[in-house]
């Protein structure tokens, strides 16, 4: 087992946030807000208050299209609704794929979090997928600056990870970060401030529910929701055997005679079930190691892999990545919010971070 990135030599020093500032009477007028903006989850870190809001993406939409809940609240009510509620993921693979309802779930979080009536939001860093289009980037600015935001600043997933987990991006030496998160699968070589190679995959943990709902359909005719899904791959799932094999029971509806029924499901059913999805993430962590240039390389094999993002949590994934590339792989500490973390230190320290958003 590779040490916690926190006792790890390489990383000891890592984490170079100049001193903070005191803050100052003009904070209590601003709401000055970091966001990771995800598939699953969105996660808001406020000035110098550290993370503020973490609930899923998701909105719940009476018949008037107006929003009745947002997050936690519309997550319970997910697959539950009747013809009077509809409940909407407003991003899809990584990127905002329903604008009005992206902006109220924005503009409703940020209310959430603002400090008191008079203030206003004045800066927000916000992160996107390294490998977005122009139109989408312009989709998520958009939405920030409709939800009240006077500056909006864009700083890429993989580089927000980086610096969450407290590397260095500044120093010349390579670092390679795979955020799995619920759209995308960021893999990303970074030194000098910049992304030397990034590759970005729409296949993350939304997929391997997916392929859970599947698999149980056409092995078991039980029909299960996305919900009973990401219990099942949380609770579970895993990218290689385990020393401990695990199971549970789950219910369903039967496809053959319509009724609701149980079943009793082991590790082994879903690692089969989420083995292609799996194989495909460490096969394109394997193509982007062939990408990366010598010197950098050298630097990885020190270094090894951080992964981040909740897809991180997958059991034995970086048992998995290290039997397919033979370096050492690091899970983040608290892997879901170092993306937030990292957009939450660009936020703080700007004048420090300023080359790495845009
Ligand atoms: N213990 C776990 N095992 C496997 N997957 C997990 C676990 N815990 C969380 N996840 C998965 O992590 C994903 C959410 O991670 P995260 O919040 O980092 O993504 P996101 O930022 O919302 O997505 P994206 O970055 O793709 O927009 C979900 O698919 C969730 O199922």
Redesign the pocket.
């Known amino acids: 087992m590779e040490p916690a990135i926190a006792e790890n030599p390489h990383y000891k020093n890592g984490n170079l946030h100049p001193v903070e500032k005191k803050s100052g009477l003009l904070d209590l007028f601003y709401n000055d807000i970091a966001i990771?903006l995800?598939?699953?989850?969105t996660l808001i870190s406020s000035k110098r208050n550290g993370i503020v809001l973490r609930e899923p993406?998701i909105v719940a939409f009476n018949t008037d299209g107006m929003p009745v809940s947002i997050g936690q609240e519309a997550w319970f009510m997910h697959e539950k609704t009747h013809s009077k509620l509809r409940t909407v993921r407003p991003?899809r693979d990584?990127v905002i794929a329903d604008f009005e309802a992206a902006e109220h779930m924005i503009r409703g979080m940020i209310k959430n979090v603002k400090k008191n009536w008079y203030s206003t939001t004045r800066q927000i860093v916000i992160c996107v997928?390294s490998g977005i289009t122009d139109v989408e980037k312009r989709a998520v600015r958009d939405s920030a600056e409709n939800a009240g935001a006077k500056e909006v600043y864009l700083v890429e997933?993989p580089m927000a990870a980086a610096i969450g987990v407290g590397l260095n991006v500044h120093e010349p030496e390579g670092h390679m970060i795979v955020?799995i998160?619920?759209?995308?699968t960021e893999i990303a070589v970074i030194a000098l401030s910049g992304i030397v190679h990034a590759q970005s995959v729409r296949l993350?943990?939304?997929k391997?529910?997916d392929d859970i709902i599947s698999y149980f359909r056409r092995t078991h005719n039980l029909l299960i929701g996305e919900r009973t899904a990401?219990k099942i791959?949380?609770e579970i799932?895993s990218a290689s055997p385990l020393e401990q094999e695990l199971e549970m029971d789950i219910k369903g509806r039967d496809l053959v005679n319509g009724i609701p029924k149980t079943i009793h499901i082991t590790s082994a059913d879903v690692r089969e079930a989420i083995s292609i999805s799996v194989n495909a993430i460490v096969e394109a962590i394997v193509k982007s190691l062939e990408k990366t240039p010598p010197e950098l390389s050298a630097d990885i094999l020190d270094r090894g892999i951080i992964l981040a993002?909740?897809?991180a949590?997958?059991?034995n994934l970086d048992k998995r990545i290290t039997e397919m590339t033979d370096l050492p792989v690091h899970i983040a500490e608290d892997p879901?919010t170092a993306?937030v973390r990292g957009t939450g230190a660009v936020l703080d320290n700007l004048d420090f971070y300023r080359a790495v958003v845009s």
């Open positions: 990771d995800g598939t699953a989850n993406s991003l990584g997928p997933e955020d998160g619920g759209g995308t993350a943990g939304d391997l529910n990401e791959k949380c799932g993002g909740g897809g949590l997958l059991k879901l993306v």
